[in-house]
Antibody
Framework: QVHLVQSGAEVQKPGASVKVSCKTS????????FNWVRQVPGQGLEWMGV????????NYELKFQDRVTMTRDTATSTVYMEVRNLRSDDTAMYYC????????WGQGTLVTVSS | DIQMTQSPSSLSASIGDRVTITCRAS??????VSWFQQRPGKAPKSLIY???SLQPGVPSRISGSRSGTDFTLTLSSLQSEDFAAYYC?????????FGQGTRVDI
């Protein structure tokens, strides 16, 4: 069973950036694809993009391409997602999910954007 | 992008009922579909991958099937813990796309 632990809730002002982390203790860290999924309160799931841990290659949903960067740190088995130029409609729960079929999920990180 | 059209958006059911939720893909995606359950205030949980394969620990009353580009999640005898939201996902191509979700209420 793979366990993913995300960083804690964040409150940011419009125009600021936020960086969310997702850590796994699984020894196969270099064999995975980590996806990021967003859920605005009361709404459905929205795929944001993916990073493959072995190569660091990324693939972003077009609407996030200009403001989102996904990175990984193989030394600590951690992936990161940074969202820049935050807007109020970025207020959401952000999840990391591991595997092509999103088999394992982190607990979620609530990001609140408010002035 | 591949569209996943999920129906119904919500349904009311009772304990012991049989419930089916459908996702239709806008093009051929083979067997590359996952189904997720999300209880209120919780992270989604994977139930099925490869359209029909149960994740470890998922009860056998939950099943998935495929007919062409139509994918179905069936809960054969609804239990109290099954009242939740359900989503399909296609992972045949990028961008990955989810269905709009189905809320199962009492």
């Amino acid at each position: 069973q793979v366990h993913l632990v995300q960083s804690g809730a964040e409150v940011q002002k419009p125009g600021a950036s936020v960086k969310v982390s997702c850590k796994t203790s699984d020894y196969n860290f270099n064999s995975y694809a980590f996806n990021w999924v967003r859920q605005v309160p009361g709404q459905g799931l929205e795929w944001m993009g993916v990073i493959t841990t072995q190569s660091g290659n990324t693939n972003y949903e077009l609407k996030f391409q200009d403001r989102v960067t996904m990175t990984r740190d193989t030394a600590t088995s951690t992936v990161y997602m940074e969202v820049r130029n935050l807007r109020s409609d970025d207020t959401a729960m952000y999840y990391c999910a591991l595997g092509s079929g999103l088999d394992y999920w982190g607990q979620g990180t609530l990001v609140t954007v408010s002035s | 992008d591949i569209q996943m059209t999920q129906s119904p958006s919500s349904l009311s059911a009772s304990i012991g009922d049989r419930v089916t939720i459908t996702c239709r893909a806008s093009q051929d995606i083979g067997w590359h579909v996952s189904w997720f359950q999300q209880r209120p205030g919780k992270a989604p949980k994977s139930l099925i991958y490869g359209a029909t394969s149960l994740q470890p620990g998922v009860p056998s009353r939950i099943s998935g099937s495929r007919s062409g580009t139509d994918f179905t999640l069936t809960l054969s005898s609804l239990q109290s813990e099954d009242f939740a939201a359900y989503y399909c996902l296609q992972y045949k191509a990028y961008p990955r796309t989810f269905g709009q979700g189905t809320r199962v209420d009492i």
